[in-house]
């Protein structure tokens, strides 16, 4: 598949050079506009250029299409191994919003990992899912002996076609296998959400990749836990810019926040203490 | 020749033929057998019940073959041989003549001397089998006139019964039924006049067949000896084909399968399939059918052993749904509505559970209780509407199976911790919220809670812990201080995102 794709740029770029070579000054700027005209032609396909935005314009600017591209493969890392509930909580947030986006056919979710991928970590909790917005009744938790049983289910799934949006936690993922599961996710028009271990440093055809550390959350005026903060870092994102942002999410509204600039970490951890003696 | 403990006294339960040359009968005891061939040099072993019963389980298997309702004797009929109740099979081979040669030939085969006979009734059946009466397949009606001649032990009656009656000088069957039926039911147990209407066909005689019976039910024999798993699977697909519009007529679907492959040898393999949603594609049955081969071959599953291959294979529907009429046939080619949309889903699970094995595809659902372990069930079952989330007890995402043990600081006993030390990292704690207090289910106490020492469980006093770093832990004190425990343990119960 990558040899194809490899081959169908280079050919357009030698029609492109031609082209150029036959007007005998063509303005080096029209090139370059042609060029990022036919690129994301060539990066994939319509139903991938589809995109779910944040809600966020700071976060969605950076994002191709305005959004995370439905048709794709996203990863979500966190930034160390403590950090992977925070980095699934996000990626739970995020199959939320997706699983949003198809609310009108009841579609279910999936979500794929091995018995061994979050053992660390416990099970997933239907109630602490339910606070992250993503209704449990929809979800399908598929265990699997190992990674391979599991990246067959995930491979399965997309290809079904069924499901709103697929989760999955996969340590290993070499990049011709994401590869295959970008092409595949893109052909099917369906998100996969994939939770990499830390460590995770190899190249991947996903089109973001998340580091998702957890960030002290935001408390109301008594102390009380409000909106759950992650520092999430855009650090690969294909056709778009990388940055980072703390985010947060609204456990009332079940949607994503930008925190507020002038918000004083020393305020939060007053407020906690505060509460410390009051209890 | 096999001997057993009867009563005290080792006796020969089972011969072969040439024990039987020698004069060694059933029944007599071990000395005697071994006066009797003193020269032959007697070989005994000890009888195996056990291994018999498997064996004649194995063989009942094989006999599915010819019909899917297959009976075992049971233990009043001799526990050696077998009913096939072959009502509306027997044209399939030809009449009920050929399938008894075939049995019969198939059996020999295997090394199986067998005597068969088809009645209209298992009693009538079983008595010409085993008396080998003529003709060995009696016309309905016939039963009464067949059975006259022969002994009294061709009804299955224990050996009581038999005494009694042999004492009273009743020595055939005919002599029963010309007597009035009145002082036999005064003088016997109900067996007699039971064994009796059974064989004749004016009670009902209920078998336990070995497989619950099949709803529709396909099957093939094959020319040649298949071993291949692309070959059972095209196969099965025919077989479904075949299935199919008997399920189209009736209009259900088969919600639960059962593949059965006759090997060679006489062994016999079975597959059973469940699926979530009734279905009559054949194509989607294959696909479960070769899924669920790959998962027993990656398990190296004894189920692959073909042997010298399987000579038949059969399909059979065990239960069945109703399917709204047209409705794949109608959304095939259409755009995916949502009818289509949940078959396409009912197929991704089907298959998903196939190939990854039972309890790999399940659901949460919410069950009603305050303690959160017990706050949530797996199942494999359709969706369930949940609870809205309540923020203002808020719940982890993830959570442990069992909770996990932490040392903790705080100010005092009964406040909320300062740090505290878990899997070896020690974390200082920013921000408490709580406690929620969840009290142990009094309505369980004495019951194995696995709560610990006591009978009842201890009250727990949650905390939302934040560390330093902004990660959140569900932290609870077991133990209410000074009113349940002096020293109370604390625990890491979940994550929160």
């Known amino acids: 598949m990558l040899d194809g794709r490899i081959s169908m740029s280079s050919s357009s770029l030698t029609i492109l050079r031609s082209g150029a070579r036959a007007a005998t000054r063509v303005d080096r700027a029209a090139i370059v506009a042609e060029l990022r005209r036919l690129l994301p032609r060539l990066e994939s396909t319509a139903a991938s250029a589809r995109a779910l935005p944040f809600g966020l314009t700071a976060l969605d600017a950076h994002l191709p299409h305005g959004g995370l591209a439905i048709g794709a493969l996203h990863e979500v890392v966190p930034q160390t191994h403590g950090d992977t509930p925070a980095a699934f909580g996000f990626l739970a947030a995020l199959l939320a919003r997706f699983a949003k986006d198809h609310a009108r056919t009841n579609r279910p979710l999936l979500f794929v990992a091995s018995h061994r991928a979050l053992a660390d970590h416990g099970r997933p909790h239907g109630h602490g899912l339910n606070r992250l917005g993503l209704d449990p009744a929809r979800l399908i938790l598929v265990e699997t002996a190992n990674e391979k049983q599991a990246l067959w289910a995930i491979e399965e799934a997309l290809r079904s076609g069924a499901p709103a949006a697929i989760g999955g936690a996969i340590a290993k993922l070499d990049l011709k296998t994401s590869q295959r599961l970008q092409l595949t996710a893109g052909e099917a028009g369906l998100p996969l959400l994939l939770l990499r271990p830390a460590k995770v440093a190899e190249a991947s055809a996903a089109a973001t990749r998340w580091r998702i550390v957890a960030a002290q959350a935001a408390r109301d005026r008594f102390g009380l836990l409000a909106r759950t903060r992650w520092n999430a870092r855009l650090e690969r994102c294909r056709n778009g810019r990388t940055g980072e942002w703390l985010v947060e999410f609204d456990h009332g509204a079940y949607r994503f926040s930008l925190a507020a600039a002038l918000a004083d970490p020393a305020l939060s951890r007053g407020a906690g203490a505060m509460f410390r003696r009051a209890g | ?497």
């Open chain 2, 1 to 497: 020749m096999l001997a057993a403990d009867v009563s005290g006294t080792p006796r020969v339960v089972a011969t072969n033929a040439v024990a039987e040359e020698n004069g060694v009968r059933i029944g007599e005891t071990l000395a005697d057998a071994r006066a009797k061939t003193v020269d032959a040099g007697l070989q005994v072993r000890a009888a195996d019940p056990a291994a018999d019963d498997a064996a004649l389980r194995d063989l009942a298997l094989w006999a599915t073959r010819y019909t899917p309702t297959v009976a075992v004797f049971d233990e009043k009929s001799g526990a050696d041989g077998l009913f096939l109740d072959i009502a509306g099979a027997a044209h399939l081979f030809g009449g009920e003549e050929k399938l008894i040669a075939d049995l019969e030939m198939r059996l020999a085969r295997l090394g199986l001397p067998a005597r068969s006979a088809v009645a209209a009734t298992a009693g009538a059946a079983w008595a010409i089998a085993r008396f080998n009466a003529a003709p060995r397949i009696l016309a309905a009606g016939a039963e009464r006139a067949a059975l006259a001649p022969l002994p009294i032990e061709a009804l299955r009656i224990s050996g009581k019964t038999r005494q009694t009656l042999r004492r009273l000088g009743f020595r055939r069957i005919g002599a029963l039924l010309d007597n009035p039926r009145a002082p036999f039911a005064a003088r016997f147990e109900r067996e007699l006049l039971l064994r009796i209407d059974q064989a004749l066909g004016c009670a009902p005689d209920p078998l336990v067949f070995i497989l619950p019976p099949p709803i529709y039910h396909s099957l093939r024999y094959l020319l040649e000896p298949v071993a291949a798993q692309e070959a059972i699977v095209a196969i099965a697909q025919r077989l479904m084909r075949d299935i199919v519009h008997a399920l189209t007529r009736d209009g259900v679907g088969a919600r639960t399968l059962r593949l059965v492959l006759y090997r060679v040898d006489g062994g016999v393999k079975s597959l059973d399939i469940g699926l979530t949603r009734a279905t009559r594609n054949a194509a989607h049955v294959a696909r479960l059918i070769a899924l669920k081969l790959e998962r027993k071959a990656e398990m190296s599953d004894e189920m692959l052993d073909a042997g010298f291959g399987f000579e038949a294979v059969g399909l059979a529907v065990t239960a069945t749904d109703r399917v709204e009429p047209g409705q794949s046939e109608l959304i095939a080619g259409a755009a995916a509505t949502d009818a289509g949309l949940d078959e396409r889903c009912a197929e991704l699970i089907d298959g998903l559970a196939q190939r990854l094995g039972p309890n790999s595809v399940q659901r949460l659902a919410p069950v009603a209780s305050h303690l959160p372990e017990r706050a949530e069930t797996a199942c494999a079952a359709e969706c369930v509407s949940w609870p809205a989330a309540d923020e203002a007890r808020p719940r982890p995402l993830l959570l442990f199976a069992r909770a996990e043990p932490a040392e903790v600081m705080a100010q005092v006993p009964e406040g909320p911790p300062r740090r505290f030390r878990w899997r070896g990292v020690l974390h200082g704690v920013a921000n408490a919220q709580g406690p929620e207090r969840i009290a142990g289910e009094w309505w369980r106490m004495g019951a194995a809670t696995g709560a610990g020492v006591g009978a009842s469980q201890p009250t727990r006093d949650y905390y939302l812990v934040e560390d330093e770093a902004g990660r959140r832990f569900w932290l609870y004190r077991e133990g209410l201080y000074e009113r349940e425990t002096t020293a109370p343990r604390w625990f890491v119960h979940g994550l929160f995102a």
